[in-house]
């Protein structure tokens, strides 16, 4: 057992102030890394220490290895936190972190590499037993042996890019004669976004939910579990509304879906935060998709039921203690909601947004959290991650949750800036919503319901808007009023 007492967190934005709250609550001392352009940025400040990483590409500053675990040593740091994303599933990263004597707070490389491949991580779960999708995920990727595979699994199939993420390399086919097609075009998208052309082909499951389980092991050979989020409702493989407890899990299924994850983790002597995630069918069947070796996005939604605190959880197990908790212990209770605010306008196609924000607003409401790494003032660039904030909700039930964030969002309008919120209340507000009807093609499915409602109305108001400011505009301000009330090109435009 160590004692951590200085946490680096090598990561920036909302997951760098998640840690660092966790942090000051366990009397741990914090040090952030941020580049030159985010000096005005609350990571860049909000630690007891900070570090600037300098300018340049992504390699020359988060990504940079070797710079940080400097800075981690110059800083007297004993511990250092990914966050998600950069290099939080990096295993050759964990394992210099550990050979200079620091701590990684994540689970040991071995489990990186095997579920950082699809297939690698499918063969480990066929060795498990446990129910994966009907599929092939051998080593022959002779074009017709596939197409021969994918007869058998029956179509439509899905061809995965084996060492895929963020839905990169994936493609449905429907019928034997496209198969080729589909099979080159997931390739030719695997190799240039992973360098890798290995593929799998999958079971194409037409109306999927997204169901994954969110595990926590100490190196005592205690694995946990804190039950499931549902996270069905995304864009383009992205998840954007984030929930738990599912409405598709009956006790029964909750249990044997969660018996499995611990299965999974205890199987692979895991250490520390992980995800599994499933696929759920229609019919009540689930299949294993991909275990996250980190801590996720949507990881509020279960602080909220279970009442746990899974950064506090991770540092624990990585300083080696014993996470002093049962099974039988953890409950849910009641209901939580997160959805993520992107910069991007929902009405032109998604088109990211940039710009300064002069308002974020805070949640009124007793029982929401917003999770966010801006302030007033700071500037939305195309330079890094577009989401900009997480809003999470808390209820009794599944509608008081959704009552809660529906007006929540109205107190956080970060003006200045085009984001989703009206497209995220306008998803919460649909009656396939409130009745649980949530797949993972629902935007695609409902998305006349989730146009703009107002167009003619909005239209309409712009003329009226137009014509005043012409006719005033002709009229000069007269004797004894300011510049200011005449909208003389100034305001109200
Ligand atoms: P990635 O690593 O690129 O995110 P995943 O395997 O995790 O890829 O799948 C991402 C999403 O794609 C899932 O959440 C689900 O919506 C969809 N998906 C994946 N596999 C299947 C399948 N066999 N049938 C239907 N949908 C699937």
Not at 309 to 336: C, F, P, T
Request: proline share 3%; aromatic share 8%; glycine share 8%.
């Amino acid at each position: 057992m160590r004692e951590i007492k200085k946490i680096l967190i090598a990561n920036r934005g909302e997951i760098a102030l998640r840690v660092i709250k966790t942090a000051k609550e366990m009397g741990i001392k914090t040090v952030t890394i941020y580049t030159e352009k985010e000096k005005s940025y609350p990571h860049s400040y909000m630690g007891d220490e900070s570090y600037c990483l300098g300018e340049g590409a992504l390699s020359e500053t988060y990504l940079n290895q070797a710079k940080i675990i400097d800075i981690a040593k110059k800083s007297g740091a004993d511990a250092i936190h990914p966050g998600y994303g950069f290099l939080s599933e990096n295993g050759t990263f964990a394992d210099r972190v550990i050979s200079e004597g620091i701590i990684f707070i994540g689970p040991r490389s071995e489990s990186m590499l095997i579920m950082g491949d699809k297939k690698t991580s499918k063969q480990k779960m066929e060795e498990l037993g446990i129910p994966l999708i009907p599929g092939y995920h051998g080593d022959n990727q002779e074009e017709n042996f596939l197409r021969e595979q994918a007869v058998k699994i029956g179509f439509p199939v899905l061809v995965k890019a084996s060492a895929g993420g963020g839905g990169k390399g994936m493609r449905v086919v429907w019928k034997e004669e496209e198969f080729l097609e589909g099979l080159q075009s997931a390739m030719r998208e695997a190799k240039n976004a992973f360098g890798d052309d290995t593929v799998l082909i999958e079971k194409y499951i037409t109306n999927p939910r997204h169901i994954e389980v969110q595990v926590m092991s100490d190196s005592h050979g205690n694995h946990l579990h804190f039950f499931e989020r549902e996270c069905s409702i995304q864009r383009r493989h992205q998840k954007i509304v984030e929930e738990t407890p599912s409405v598709a899990l009956s006790d029964e299924l909750r249990k044997e879906i969660t018996e499995s994850a611990v299965a999974i983790s205890s199987g692979i002597d895991y250490l520390g935060a992980g995800t599994i995630e499933y696929i759920l069918d229609d019919d009540g069947r689930f299949y294993f998709l991909e275990m996250n070796t980190r801590l996720q996005v949507e990881h509020p939604v279960t602080e909220m039921v279970t009442g746990v605190d899974l950064v506090r959880m991770q540092i624990i197990a990585a300083s080696g203690q014993r996470i002093e908790m049962k099974q039988s212990e953890i409950q849910q209770k009641g209901h939580a909601i997160e959805v993520r605010l992107y910069s991007e306008d929902p009405d032109n196609n998604f088109l990211p947004a940039t710009g300064k924000i002069s308002c974020v607003g805070y949640p009124l409401l007793n029982g929401v959290r917003l999770d966010s790494g801006y302030v007033d003032g700071n500037e939305v660039t195309v330079n890094f991650d577009p989401m900009l904030a997480k809003l999470i909700a808390w209820g009794e039930s599944r509608e008081s949750a959704t009552e809660k964030i529906l007006n929540s969002l109205d107190d956080i309008p970060f003006l200045g800036v085009k984001t989703n919120r009206d497209y995220l209340k306008r998803i919460l507000s649909t009656e396939e919503f409130a009745k649980g009807i949530t797949y993972t093609h629902f935007v695609e499915t409902f998305k006349d319901k989730l146009l703009k409602k107002d167009e003619t109305e909005h239209q309409i108001a712009m003329a009226i808007a137009a014509f005043l400011i012409n006719e005033r505009k002709q009229k000069p301000a007269q004797s004894g009023q300011s510049v200011w009330q005449s909208s003389f090109g100034f305001r109200n435009v």
